[in-house]
């Protein structure tokens, strides 16, 4: 008989449908219209009825089967008792088909931390920027992000009433990443992806000092991640210290298992996600499928000591 699937592959499988179902409340709750939004530490830090019920989802979900793992989610949430509706059980069978890299096979279940991250680019689905909003969850072993889901709940929302809503991009180091077209940015040009909501002086001369060809705002880690793997940016660059792990988590196992060799803070280290780690990632993002190089080699000295790792 076939060896039954190794741990990490099944983690996935289970993340993936956990990242169905946590589009679909995500959907619900905007098309319900009472969005139940909370001031966390002000009003570019919001939270929402959709960011709880999720978690809440993913959280339990995962737990359920997986009562080992450490889940480290972005809200603050009290163990309410879950609802039945909100558990999702299922798996995706085309996952667990695929060899688990070698590298992987052995991994028990207390050595992963998942990073969850239920609805990133909250503000932006406040103010109807639905294609910002992302589902992520990221998994991590030895401290290293190496594997990772990313659902867009309203991918294709404006291609008409009848196009079907949504995607869920997967992947894992050493196998690849499923669920999109690997697209590179046109090497002729330094297309610059960055914050929408937390812009700063600072965040503006970084820019600035990488003299871009072109600068794209847009709400949500996950979804600056998919502008680099589908070549409409060259580099993610967020000279700020607002972004935390369970942002990054997800995105960088994608982006490295694309073969994007970097995911860094301003001054190139690179992040660390075992379970005692600090959530900030205080010292900024520069992320790029290729010349990463190039990015990091321009970011001026003022702009690095004004952010500390």
């Known amino acids: ?14 993340a993936y449908s956990v990242a169905e179902k946590a589009a679909k409340i995500v959907r619900n709750v905007m098309s319900a219209g009472d969005l139940g939004i909370v001031e966390k530490a002000g009003p570019n830090d919001l939270q929402t009825k959709a960011d709880r019920l999720v978690q809440m989802s993913i959280c339990a979900s995962l ?13 603050e949430l009290l ?11 299922g798996h995706c069978e085309e996952i667990l088909k695929k060899p688990c890299p070698a590298q992987y096979t052995g991994i028990k279940e207390e050595e ?3 990073w969850v991250d ?8 406040t103010e109807g920027l639905l294609d910002h909003v992302t589902v992520l969850i990221g998994i991590a072993y030895g401290g290293k992000a190496i ?3 990313i659902n867009q709940p309203y991918y294709n929302y404006e291609a008409g009433a009848n196009a079907v809503l949504g995607r869920t991009i997967w992947g894992v180091l050493g196998m690849g990443a499923f669920g ?25 001369e970084c820019i600035t000092a990488l003299n871009p060809d072109h600068v794209i705002r847009v709400g949500g880690a996950g979804n600056k991640i998919i502008q680099l793997i589908e070549g409409k940016a060259s580099a993610y660059v967020f000279a700020s210290p607002g972004c935390k ?3 990054t988590c997800a995105p960088e196992a994608i982006l490295h298992a694309v073969g994007g060799k970097f995911i860094t803070d301003i001054h190139g280290n690179s992040f660390q996600y075992n379970k005692e780690v600090k959530h900030m990632n205080s010292a900024g993002v520069l992320a790029a499928l290729r010349n990463y190089d190039y990015y990091a080699s321009r970011i001026p000295n003022t702009v690095k000591e004004s952010l500390v790792p």
Do not use: C
């Open 112 to 114: 992963l931390v998942i």
């Open 245 to 247: 792990k369970w942002d």
């Open 79 to 89: 163990a309410d008792d879950i609802t039945e509706d909100l558990i999702e059980d």
């Open 118 to 125: 239920p609805l990133d680019g909250t503000k932006e689905y």
């Open 1 to 14: 008989s076939m060896a039954s699937p190794a741990l990490l592959m099944r983690v996935v499988a289970s």
């Open 180 to 204: 999109f077209q690997l697209t590179e940015a046109p090497s002729d040009k330094h297309i610059v992806v960055t914050t929408r909501s937390h812009s700063s002086a600072l965040v503006n």
């Open 63 to 75: 737990a359920r089967k997986f009562p080992k793992v450490t889940i480290i989610g972005e809200e």
């Open 147 to 149: 594997a990772g889901v």
